[in-house]
């Protein structure tokens, strides 16, 4: 049977009962006959305090000396007596009788001691970053918004498929992807892909919509929850090279549905995190982003405001001609900014937005037209403090239109003949939508930079452990 966690134990009635508690040293105190240690084993955010009285009576043989070895970051197992404790701010703490040291943490050499340390130090020691409040708070709410992920899905029907992470096909249309291949360019060999591994070219994939959507018009409601991949040349606190990606995909479901169903999952993630990493999320209120906590039960509560593209930009120009608010001009047919998408949830609609009807030349090539000829049914999520943080649409299903599209964009039709296959065979209209899981984790907690909410961060220049 496994040992009982912290968390386990502060849930416990403190009634003298003898107990062993395994973590690591967070901090120790010495006051005469009293040495205090606290440990912490990352199951939640408070440690316990274990305390050794030297005036109590005997204790376990070598004792004594493993107290002395009891540094900041040593891992140790402590058994003794949970009791009430007489300090405020906690209701028990550990009577020592013995311990026992795991593994020793040298103070002279251990990176992570009892001061505060910078994010970007951080980063270069990732192996042990979680260690510290801040990153063990965020990986804490990492798992539980992955748990939620899957289990709002499950609930409603949803098939999880796991999605290639080695592809032929470019899902966005972008070109910003990881070529895979075994030839070694210090040996020139015969042109083109002859000799490589899969025989054509391959990549790290985008994006795992497009098989999504095969299993979709098989199963009716899929959804992945995978790795994606992007080979874009941009060192900003917003973007990773390897980042994971949840994409559901709904059969004879128009973009009406899949609003719907966007709006519901955010609220249900948003209500997990409240509910489940509350002391978590007022770690993150007090010392990382103030308000995120309030921010976060407002859109929960919230019913999202929806608007096309159209009226989007026009409140944007009429706030630009008043002030020339915006670093980058509003106009229509732009690429809405994040400082745009900011202004319409901050202080347009005031919470959450969903804009629809974007300009078919800034959107992907298999995204349904509207009549107009000029827009496509595109959704994109907008919330504040962030900007988009879900981006989705409903599926063109006519074959002859998404070939059209395809021939304008100078696609080559053979490369998705199996998509085109949907369309031929049994077509239905089909939507979707996806997530950034890392964004939503910024969001929820108020991390600045993207890369402080993923184990190991993945970006320009950027590939250590």
């Not at 049977?1 to 395994?22: C, G, H, W, Y």
């Not at 009788?97 to 020691?125: D, M, N, W």
């Not at 906590?293 to 026009?314: P, Q």
């Not at 085109?420 to 600045?448: K, N, W």
Request: hydrophobic letters at 40%; proline letters at 5%.
């Amino acid at each position: 049977m496994l040992f009982p966690l912290v968390k386990d134990i502060l849930s416990l009635a403190p009634q003298n009962q003898e107990l062993t508690v395994r973590g690591w040293v967070r901090t120790k105190r010495e006051m005469k006959n009293l040495v205090f240690v606290e440990i912490n084993d990352g199951s939640c955010f408070s440690g316990i305090q274990c305390t050794f009285d030297r005036g109590a009576g005997a204790f376990a043989p070598g004792t004594e000396e493993a107290l002395a070895a009891l540094t900041t970051g040593a891992s140790a197992e402590i058994r003794g007596r949970l009791v009430p404790s007489p300090a405020s701010g906690q209701a028990a703490e550990i009577a020592v009788s013995e311990i026992t040291v795991k593994g020793a943490a040298p103070a002279e050499t251990y990176p992570l001691q009892k001061k505060q340390h910078s994010l970007e130090f951080l980063r270069e020691i990732a192996h042990l970053r979680a260690r510290t409040n801040t990153f063990g708070a965020v990986a804490r709410v990492r798992n539980r918004l992955a748990f939620a992920v899957h289990r709002f899905f499950q609930e409603r029907g949803f098939q999880y498929v796991n999605t290639p992470v080695i592809t032929s096909s470019d899902a966005e249309g972008a070109g910003a992807m990881f070529r895979v291949t075994t030839l070694d360019p210090a040996k020139p060999g015969p042109a083109g892909y002859e000799g490589d591994f899969f025989g054509k070219a391959a990549f790290l994939t985008v994006s795992g919509q497009l098989e999504a959507e095969t299993y979709a018009c098989a199963l009716s409601r899929v959804y992945t929850f995978g790795p994606a991949f992007r080979a874009e040349n941009s060192n900003t606190a917003r973007h990773l090279a390897e980042f994971w990606m949840i994409e559901p995909e709904t059969a004879f479901a128009g973009l009406e549905d899949n609003m719907d169903l966007a709006e519901d999952f955010l609220k249900c993630l948003f209500t997990t995190a409240l509910n489940d990493c509350a002391a978590d999320l007022a770690f993150f209120n007090e010392r990382i982003g103030k308000g995120v906590t309030e921010t976060l039960k407002a859109a929960a509560a919230s019913t999202f405001v929806r608007m096309t593209y159209t009226d989007a930009v026009r409140e944007l120009e009429k706030a630009a001609e008043k002030s020339g608010t915006f670093e980058f001009k509003p106009y229509w047919g732009c690429d809405l900014q994040s400082e745009h998408e900011k202004f319409l949830t901050e202080k347009v609609a005031g919470g959450p937005v969903i804009v629809t009807g974007y300009p078919k030349e800034i959107k992907a090539f298999y995204m349904k037209m509207n009549d107009d000829g000029k827009t496509v049914r595109a959704m994109d999520v907008l919330v504040p403090r962030l900007g988009e943080i879900i981006g989705g649409s409903q599926r063109e299903e006519d074959p002859e239109k998404l070939s059209r599209r395809m021939a304008e964009l100078g696609m080559n039709a053979e490369d998705y003949s199996w998509y085109l296959d949907l369309r031929r065979y049994g077509t239905v209209p089909h939507s979707g939508f996806g997530l950034g899981f890392e964004r939503l984790i910024q969001y929820v907690t108020g991390m600045a930079n993207i890369r402080d909410v993923i184990p190991y961060p993945r970006a320009v220049g950027q590939a250590e452990f």
